[in-house]
């Protein structure tokens, strides 16, 4: 069975077909710079061939009609007929309360997610837009949306509720929401088949670290808190985003600085994190070789980022009454060992003990990290949220056909 798995962004549209049963990709893509000139495709068909090509991608609509053209091409493609696609999943950014788990989308569905906009304006539309558009290019086909959110469910009421006046969650549904699920769900399951245990009975600690970045604290399988909160905005220090902050600071800018609310949330989600600490990238490759040469800035901005990681590894320990694992994964988790070594220095008083070769020459690969004396286990595993995804949208619609 062939499953289209969909991952619709504010201007891009990354895709990939996934033969289930085998659970391998046949084919993936990504259009980029929707509604933009000089949009761009992206294609990995057979054989790892690779197809870039300008394309005109006025929408989403137009984005995956190009990816679906693509997938059917007599060399790079992956499928001969639109038919072969049983199943399409949806990344589903915000789902907030009312979806703890993976559904097929219906009308109601649609306007539930509608219903999470004001909770994710800058994703949620987007995922709808996705939605839509393929219930037009490929009519009938049954569609799954698997949210980012429904891991996280698990988290019990004093992990999620804010010391803010109770009636603002009854009222808003203000609480811990958190994201990146399908990642931290993903790099769980594989550690604990790598360490030949069952999940059930392990207490992990998942740090996806990339543009966005988040850390989980996983026990006997579920969720119980996580760093990202109401939005993706709360947490470790990000790319962009500032992470956590005193609410204070907010209005103490917007007084002395005379910012608007847009304004300020422009700041504090696209002009923080490590962009704004270095004033060199939000790519900490770049900031990284600018330490190298002795930048004094970007040594400080690699400080503070993983010393926020740090703290939220000790006191995900805390919280779980201790740790077997720790894993590290997303773009800068799986490939950058000097950030892994440094997030855990210091951590030796709970078990944590890196070896630095194995870490230096584990990079975009599966492998563990620690030393053979080390009390609790770190890998470096590559996420797969589209196999995640994939594998909701088969479970879904096997239930419907039963």
Known sequence: MKILVLNCGSSSVKYELIEIEKESALAKGIVERIGMSGALLTHIGPEKKVLKSAVEALDHREAIRIALDTLLHPEMGAIKDKKEIAAIGHRVVHGG????????????????????????????PHNLRGIMACEELLPGVPQVAVFDTAFHQTMPRHAYIYGLPYMQYRKYGIRRYGFHGTSHLYVSQ?????MGRPLVDLKVITCHLGNGASIAAIKGGVSIDTSMGFTPLEGLVMGTRCGDIDPAIVLYIMTNEGLSVNEVNTMLNFHSGLQGLSGISSDMHDILEEEKKGDEQARLTIEIFTYRIKKYIASYAGVMGGVDAIVFTAGIGENVPKIRALSC??????????????NEKTIKREGEISAPNSKVKVYCIPTNEELVIARDTY?????RKK
Do not use: M
């Open 395 to 399: 479970n879904v619609i096997s239930k």
């Open 345 to 358: 220095a210091g951590l030796e008083f709970l078990g944590v003990i890196i070896d630095k070769e194995k």
């Open 190 to 194: 594989r550690v604990a088949h790598l």
């Open 97 to 124: 309360e009312k979806f703890a788990a993976s559904v097929l989308i219906t009308e109601e569905v649609k306007e539930d997610i509608r219903d999470c906009i004001e909770l994710a304006p800058l994703h949620n």
